[in-house]
Structure formats: structure tokens, C-alpha cells
């Protein structure tokens, strides 16, 4: 079973703060992607990443920047955080075969107070 | 540009009796349909896919769903639910012929009352 891991379940910061979203995926995948959950919005795409160093924009990228330095591991930064960015952030990775299905982790509730 | 329209945000049902999810989306290119769900304080997870094929997909736990190209729907469906079905159910769509992006409904809560 594909394996995807985010650093932290819950996090809590202060408006301002430079924050680090880890996600890490055991199975070789190519694709890798950040979404944020918010009630009445869905699940709505914030980076994703097809290769190591390559990253595309999703919908909503603005206030935060990712890093893809191996494979396995996305990271989801937010360079100033602010409350509005208060949400459920949601890692998933994809193979590479077209018909793949995504895998999640289990999620990050982020505060930001 | 593609859309994803589930039709009702909250299902509540009893158990043992059948429920059906509604999703109905737009495209103008051939697509692949998904089923996810995420049970509380989880990620989702894939319960079915349709990519071509027989229009009556299996999924786990018991779920199927129907792609009706005319309609342009896919609903899920199952015959029975249990206490344990209770969570969020998300129907996706992507494009086949470049599926990097999902477009994502926004998600139907059921519910499953004693």
C-alpha cells in the first residue's frame, strides 16, 4: 500500500510566521500535489509537483511556495502566515500511468492565530 | 472548462436502507470519473474510477456507480449502508487525455442514523 505521511497533524502559529508542511511518500510516485480543505469550498489544488525541482501552480498559490528536492518528499511553505490560511491541508501523490488514482495522507490542521 | 455539480451537500439516511450520491459534471472532452471518500478526521481515499469501458463500476465497501455520458453523470449508489458508511463523499473529473489536474466537487455528507 502506497504510504503518505505529513509531518504534523495539528499545528498551531502566530500571523507572521514562516511555516513548513512536510509530506513524504514511500512509493516512487512522480506527482505530488497540495491541497487545502475548507467547509463549503472543497478540496481546492495549491501547488503541484510532476518531477523532482518541478513545481506548477495549482488555484490558489498565492501566500504560499513549495520545495521538491527529492522525490519523496513536497513541502508546502507559507512565508507569512496569516489567518486566513487557517484550513486542513491535504498532501497527495499520483504514479505516473494516466489512469492512477491519487493517495492522500491523513492531513494537517493548521491554526493560525 | 471543466465542472463537477454534486447535488446535495447533506444525505441523511438510516441504516440499511440504499442511498444514492448525486454528481453530475461538465466537459467537452472524453474524462475519467472518481469516487472518493474521507471518513472523519482523515485523508480521502479512492472508493472507484471510471476510465472506459462497462458504465456500471464496482467499487469497495459495497459502492457502485453508473456513468451515464448523455447525462453526463455519475452516481453513486449503494444498496444498504451501515453506521460506518458516515463521511464525506467527493466525485472528481479529469480530463483523459491530461489528467494532472482533478476538478473536485464540493462534497456530499452523509450521514447514517440508527
Known amino acids: 500500500d502506497v504510504k503518505v505521511t505529513q509531518s504534523s497533524r495539528y499545528l498551531v502559529k502566530r500571523t507572521g510566521e514562516k511555516v513548513f508542511l512536510e509530506c513524504v511518500q514511500d512509493?516512487?510516485?512522480?506527482?505530488m500535489f497540495w491541497y487545502r480543505q475548507d467547509p463549503g469550498l472543497g478540496l481546492r489544488l495549491i501547488y503541484f509537483s510532476y518531477d523532482v525541482k518541478m513545481k506548477e501552480k495549482g488555484d490558489i498559490p498565492e501566500g504560499y511556495s513549495v520545495s521538491r528536492e527529492k522525490k519523496e518528499r513536497f513541502s508546502l511553505i507559507l512565508e507569512s502566515a496569516s489567518t486566513n490560511q487557517t484550513s486542513m491541508y491535504l498532501c497527495a501523490t499520483r504514479g505516473r500511468a494516466v489512469n492512477s488514482p491519487l493517495h492522500f495522507g491523513n492531513g494537517t490542521r493548521l491554526t493560525v492565530t | 472548462a471543466q465542472s463537477v455539480t454534486q447535488l446535495d451537500s447533506q444525505v441523511p439516511v438510516f441504516e440499511e436502507a440504499p442511498v444514492e450520491l448525486r454528481c453530475n459534471y461538465s466537459?467537452?472532452?472524453?474524462?475519467?470519473l472518481f469516487w472518493y471518500v474521507q471518513y472523519p478526521n482523515q485523508g480521502l481515499q479512492l472508493l472507484l474510477k471510471y476510465l472506459s469501458g462497462s458504465t456500471l463500476v464496482k467499487g469497495i465497501n459495497g459502492f457502485e456507480a453508473e456513468f451515464n455520458k448523455s447525462q453526463t453523470s455519475f452516481h453513486l449508489r449503494k444498496p444498504s449502508v451501515h453506521i460506518s458508511d458516515t463521511a464525506e463523499y467527493f466525485c472528481a473529473v479529469s480530463n483523459a487525455g491530461n489528467n494532472r489536474k482533478l476538478i473536485w466537487g464540493l462534497g456530499t455528507s452523509l450521514a447514517v442514523n440508527p
Open positions: 512509493m516512487d510516485h512522480e506527482n
Open positions: 466537459s467537452s472532452v472524453s474524462v475519467y
